[in-house]
């Protein structure tokens, strides 16, 4: 399939579930948001369920690309720098508008339910709680770099969805305030727990 195309599709599948939630984004609604018939749809995609893996797996590089960009532009190699990174690579624009943020609920939700996008949530999760106890771990030893990178991982989870779930949508800037004041905290606490 051309890259724009699909490109295409998967932007009308958010449009979708930004306009009527998952329950109702049939595929002929998204194909009608796109343009094209809904047998390419089923045609390149197996369906529904095969449009909205599809959607999820560019999300979810644009995230990885998101956190990236962010680590290359550092000129330092601390710890702390990397985490701020891949808590603002998780709060960056191509993550908090409506109808990505809108499609992230969709498939938190579809993924209790169906085994192919469990994977790729357990996939996201392993990978946000694996980058940041790595760095925690060159600061920490094991067990506490392992109980702090659960509990950032659970924050910005937390910062995301409580965000996302308010009228307004969800503030990047201050999710990102937040998640580095309790980064700040926690690693306050190990360095006056640690001994001189």
């Given at each position: 399939?051309?890259?724009?195309?699909?490109?295409?599709?998967?932007?009308?599948?958010?449009?979708?579930?930004?306009?009527?939630?998952?329950a109702?984004?049939?595929?002929?609604?998204?194909a009608r948001?796109?343009?094209?018939?809904?047998?390419?749809?089923?045609?390149?995609?197996?369906?529904?369920?095969?449009?909205?893996?599809a959607?999820?797996?560019?999300?979810?590089?644009?995230?990885?690309?998101?956190?990236?960009?962010?680590?290359?532009?550092?000129?330092?190699?601390?710890?702390?720098?990397?985490?701020?990174?891949?808590?603002?690579?998780n709060?960056?624009?191509?993550?908090?508008?409506?109808?990505?943020?809108?499609?992230?609920?969709?498939?938190?939700?579809?993924?209790?339910?169906?085994p192919?996008?469990?994977?790729?949530?357990?996939?996201?999760?392993?990978?946000?709680?694996?980058?940041?106890?790595?760095?925690?771990?060159?600061?920490?030893?094991?067990?506490?770099?392992?109980?702090?990178?659960?509990?950032?991982?659970?924050?910005?989870?937390?910062?995301?969805?409580?965000?996302?779930?308010?009228?307004?949508?969800?503030?990047?800037?201050?999710?990102?305030?937040?998640?580095?004041?309790?980064?700040?905290?926690?690693?306050d606490?190990?360095?006056?727990?640690?001994?001189?």
């Amino acid at each position: 399939m051309e890259p724009i195309r699909r490109h295409q599709l998967i932007k009308a599948t958010m449009a979708a579930i930004d306009e009527v939630g998952l329950a109702d984004a049939t595929v002929m609604r998204i194909a009608r948001h796109a343009g094209v018939s809904a047998g390419i749809i089923s045609h390149y995609f197996g369906g529904k369920d095969g449009l909205l893996d599809a959607t999820m797996r560019q999300i979810l590089s644009d995230l990885g690309e998101a956190v990236a960009a962010r680590r290359a532009e550092l000129t330092t190699s601390s710890p702390r720098a990397h985490i701020v990174a891949i808590i603002d690579g998780n709060f960056d624009r191509s993550q908090v508008t409506g109808p990505v943020a809108k499609t992230w609920l969709a498939f938190w939700a579809s993924s209790m339910h169906k085994p192919k996008l469990a994977r790729l949530q357990q996939v996201n999760d392993r990978r946000l709680y694996s980058n940041i106890c790595y760095q925690f771990r060159r600061l920490m030893p094991r067990h506490e770099a392992r109980a702090s990178a659960r509990a950032l991982a659970a924050l910005i989870d937390g910062l995301w969805l409580r965000g996302a779930l308010t009228p307004g949508g969800l503030d990047g800037n201050e999710a990102r305030r937040l998640a580095r004041d309790y980064l700040d905290r926690l690693l306050d606490t190990h360095d006056t727990l640690s001994p001189a």
